[in-house]
């Protein structure tokens, strides 16, 4: 009897360690359909990587390791130039599944960041740019802090053809209070 208990606690043991992400680490994984060979380029515009990190692609999955000392947001760039975020946490792994004809189908799973992106996604699949821009200010409104907020903000308030510096400055000190490591 003590033997089986040994093996299960064993057992147990070795599944928790391996579902959970390596310290000082963030996991991304994941599978795409109609990709079965590619490339993917990563890259952070808030300082969490160096440079531009590649990830292959083969049989449509792939998988990248990047050392992660604090929350951050990566941006994996895809072959037709469209970019999604991901949110990055030490320890953390995600899972990314979607088919590549429909990129703004995409879900990433592992990170409570990263849920709140893919409800956002959800919302704004099949909305006009005004829409978007709503649904965007209302979402970093109702999650200020989430760094789902700074990315909305930058994307939709600020890096667009028509910039709305007034509402960004208006969510950015939002933000700021509930995120005062985040400057």
Partial sequence: MKRIL??????????????????GYFTI?????????????????????NGI????????????????????????????????????????????????????EMTVKGTKANKLMNAFREQILSASPVEI???AIQTAEDNPESPVAVY?????????????YTTAIRLLKLIMEKQPENQ
Wanted: aromatic share 12%.
């Fill in 6 to 23: 040994y093996f299960f606690i064993t057992i147990m043991a070795i599944a928790f360690t391996a579902c959970s992400g390596r310290k």
């Fill in 29 to 49: 994984e994941g599978r795409f359909l109609n990709m079965n060979q590619g490339e993917l380029y990563v890259y952070s515009n808030d300082g969490l990587t």
């Fill in 53 to 104: 990190d590649t990830i292959k692609v083969n049989g449509g999955r792939f998988s990248l390791d990047i050392p992660c000392k604090r929350k951050g947001t990566l941006m994996i760039v895809f072959p037709n130039f469209s970019e999604q975020p991901v949110f990055a946490e030490p320890g953390k792994s995600v899972d990314i599944r979607g088919n590549a004809s429909h990129l703004k």
């Fill in 133 to 135: 821009k709503k649904r």
């Fill in 152 to 164: 909305l903000v930058r994307r939709y308030l600020i890096t667009t053809n028509r910039p709305d």
